[in-house]
């Protein structure tokens, strides 16, 4: 006695039913009894074979998810580390450019500075070199007034040749 079963699959098993008939040059109902056949006649160590297989494979992906979670927490982490290295770098360039902008500050001070000093060095060696020509005509006025003193003295001091002879002083002044 023949029974029947009846089975409605999708367009998509259909067709991919009648393309693996087609490659092996058989019908859709052949392919489908070997199919069943197959299932059928499989042992029970195959199937334990797979379910090994399936435990191991359900294993190996918790292990990868678990991997997955820890490298996504460092992830995280580095994520948190970078930021605050990031941080500290723009705080440390602020201070950086803050420095700098000082730095400039005290050289250009520093210019103005010497611009000065050059300019009263200058000045006084100007005003040393005034002195040093005062000096020297201060010299040179003390050693005329000296000699023009010592003129007048001799000449204020020996009377006229009239006065001489009149008062009769001449031989007190050879």
Same mark, same amino acid.
Request: aromatic share 6%; glycine share 2%.
């Given at each position: 006695?023949?029974?029947?079963?009846? &089975?409605?699959?999708?367009?998509?098993?259909?067709?991919?039913? $009648?393309?693996?008939?087609?490659?092996?040059? *058989?019908?859709?109902?052949?392919? *489908?009894?070997? &199919?069943? !056949?197959?299932?059928?006649?499989?042992?029970?160590? =195959?199937? #334990?074979?797979?379910?090994?297989?399936?435990?191991?494979?359900?294993?190996?992906? !918790?292990?990868?998810?678990?991997?997955? =979670?820890?490298?996504?927490?460092?992830?995280?982490?580095?994520?948190?580390? +970078?930021?605050?290295?990031?941080?500290?770098?723009?705080?440390?360039?602020?201070?950086?450019?803050?420095? +700098?902008? /000082?730095? !400039?500050?005290?050289?250009?001070? $520093?210019?103005?500075? /010497? *611009?000065?000093? =050059?300019?009263?060095?200058? !000045?006084?060696?100007? &005003?040393? #070199?005034?002195?040093?020509?005062?000096?020297?005509?201060?010299?040179?006025?003390?050693?005329?007034? &000296?000699?023009?003193?010592?003129?007048?003295?001799?000449?204020?001091?020996?009377?006229?040749?009239?006065?001489? @002879?009149? @008062?009769?002083?001449?031989?007190?002044?050879?």
């Amino acid at each position: 006695m023949v029974k029947r079963i009846y &089975a409605e699959p999708d367009e998509q098993t259909l067709e991919e039913i $009648g393309k693996a008939a087609e490659e092996r040059g *058989i019908t859709r109902h052949k392919l *489908i009894l070997e &199919a069943i !056949d197959s299932y059928l006649h499989q042992s029970l160590s =195959d199937v #334990d074979s797979l379910k090994r297989e399936r435990d191991s494979l359900r294993s190996e992906r !918790d292990s990868l998810k678990t991997e997955l =979670d820890e490298k996504w927490s460092e992830n995280r982490k580095l994520r948190s580390e +970078t930021e605050s290295q990031k941080k500290i770098i723009d705080s440390q360039t602020i201070k950086l450019d803050q420095a +700098t902008i /000082k730095i !400039d500050s005290l050289t250009s001070l $520093g210019d103005q500075k /010497k *611009i000065e000093f =050059d300019s009263l060095q200058k !000045d006084l060696s100007h &005003a040393l #070199d005034t002195i040093k020509n005062k000096d020297e005509m201060i010299n040179f006025l003390q050693a005329h007034i &000296a000699q023009l003193t010592q003129s007048i003295s001799q000449l204020s001091l020996k009377p006229g040749e009239e006065e001489i @002879k009149k @008062k009769g002083w001449w031989q007190f002044w050879k």
